[in-house]
């Protein structure tokens, strides 16, 4: 029996992780859950799949949930996340914590040995250096739960890593894929949520109508294959059918493809490197398809430019763009900014924070190797925070 952990269980990811444990009960046990805010919801997953362990962020909210003989124990604030992830039982967490923090949590888990299913790409974002040096030391396993990054994982297996030429990197659009570029600026949060074709959490859909998301993806591949950027493109693919490609040097194109379903890449990361029948619905291949292939239009969505640099220039400027595209989107989900609004504010923290006094960066040249620490990156966090919210967002 395989327990589980998961950082996030009442968000998309954590639902449907739990949809895969309910589908193979004899195989997987959820042994610790956490939630951030919403109780009621925990409380009914508690009821139905009896965790032995319960992290609650908050600990008035934790008050609530009942407690007694047969009651799982109940944890709070970071070090609860870490208690729940750390657990000697534990053999794999599945991290879907959105935005930042889940970091610290991964990393403990990481160093306690677990295999780690990654959900949340922000983690790779701001520390992919820290994240996978800390894996490499402890030999621990990270499996992406990321469609993208599933299928890149599935077209590498057997390929000598030497002999890859690029990874291609599948990219919906969302739902302003064909707008109007002067219409973009008065989208509103309930357009932007509309995806095309996957069903998940607010953050990564807004994400994915600024294509950032995609952005984040191009990091959190040179960060898990360990392939510079200038060997990871992006290509538009409205039907989500084509989840990536794996170019090798021979002009040969590797594909994976498949039902757009979350279970499954949740499913191949549980089971890993074993391959279960799945029980949710398959690709229907005597329909009729059709698959088209596009270059993003980067002149309207500046999130994937920005990526790219943040990454080319690296140190703590990933961070910089992960937390003031977190609170670019709070504040364009709480109607307080508008959607072209989202890029204009993380390209301003960049630029500011590149000169910012006290910043690791201050009178580095670009592109100069600061070396990179758990406190520099936490520092980053905090003044993009404070800067973005008081600077472009307040005012
Ligand atoms: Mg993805």
């Known amino acids: 029996m395989k327990q589980i ?22 195989r997987y046990a959820a042994h610790s859950l956490t939630a951030h805010s919403r109780v009621d ?5 508690i009821a139905r799949f009896g965790p032995r362990m319960i992290a609650v962020h908050d600990a008035e909210r934790a008050a609530a949930l009942a407690r007694g003989a047969g009651a799982p124990s109940i944890h709070t604030g970071v070090e609860g996340l870490i208690e729940a992830v750390t ?9 879907a914590l959105p935005g930042s923090a889940g970091l610290v949590p991964t990393l403990r888990a990481i160093e306690a040995g677990k295999t780690i299913g990654l959900a949340n790409k922000e983690i790779l974002v701001m520390a992919g250096e820290i994240v996978m040096a800390a894996a490499r030391r402890h030999g621990v396993e990270i ?28 990219a919906s659009g969302g739902p302003f894929r064909d707008s109007d570029p002067d219409e973009l600026s008065r989208m509103s949060s309930k357009e932007a949520l509309n995806h095309p074709t996957w069903n998940m959490g607010r953050k990564v859909t807004i994400d994915s109508a600024t294509l950032m998301n995609k952005g984040f993806e191009v990091i959190e591949a ?19 059918i084509i989840h990536s490609m794996v170019e090798m040097v021979d002009g040969s194109l590797l594909a994976q493809m498949g039902p757009t379903d979350m279970r499954i890449p949740i499913q191949y990361a549980l089971s890993y490197p074993e391959r279960l029948e799945t029980p949710w619905p ?40 992960s937390t003031a595209d977190e609170v670019a989107v709070e504040a364009f989900l709480q109607q307080r900014i508008g959607f072209n609004d989202i890029p204009r ?22 592109g100069s190797a600061a070396p990179v620490t ?9 003044w993009t925070r404070t800067y973005c919210r008081e600077k472009l967002i307040a005012g």
Not at 41 to 45: G, P
Not at 151 to 167: F, I, K
Not at 287 to 300: C, E
Not at 347 to 353: E, N, P, S, V
Request: hydrophobic share 45%.
């Open 374 to 382: 758990l406190e520099s990156i936490v520092a980053a966090d905090r």
């Open 222 to 240: 040179h960060w898990l294959f360990g392939l510079p950027v200038s060997k990871i493109d992006v290509v538009i693919h409205p039907q989500s």
């Open 143 to 170: 499996l992406p739960v990321d469609s993208e990054h599933c299928a890149v994982h599935q077209c590498l297996s057997g390929q000598d890593p030497d002999r890859v030429e690029r990874v291609v990197l599948t």
């Open 87 to 95: 657990h000697p039982d534990v053999d794999l967490v599945i991290s």
């Open 282 to 321: 398959r690709f229907d291949i005597t329909r009729h398809w059709s698959l088209t292939l596009d270059p993003p239009n980067v002149a309207m969505f500046p999130c994937l430019g920005l990526a790219y640099d943040a990454i080319r220039r690296g140190s703590t400027l990933p961070a910089v763009l």
């Open 5 to 26: 952990a998961i950082l996030g269980s009442t968000g998309s990811v954590g639902t449907q992780t739990l949809e895969v444990i309910a589908a193979f009960p004899d």
């Open 41 to 45: 919801l925990l409380e009914r997953q």
């Open 345 to 366: 504010i993380i390209a301003d923290a960049m630029d500011r924070h590149g000169a910012a006094p006290g910043s690791d960066r201050h009178g580095a040249a670009p």
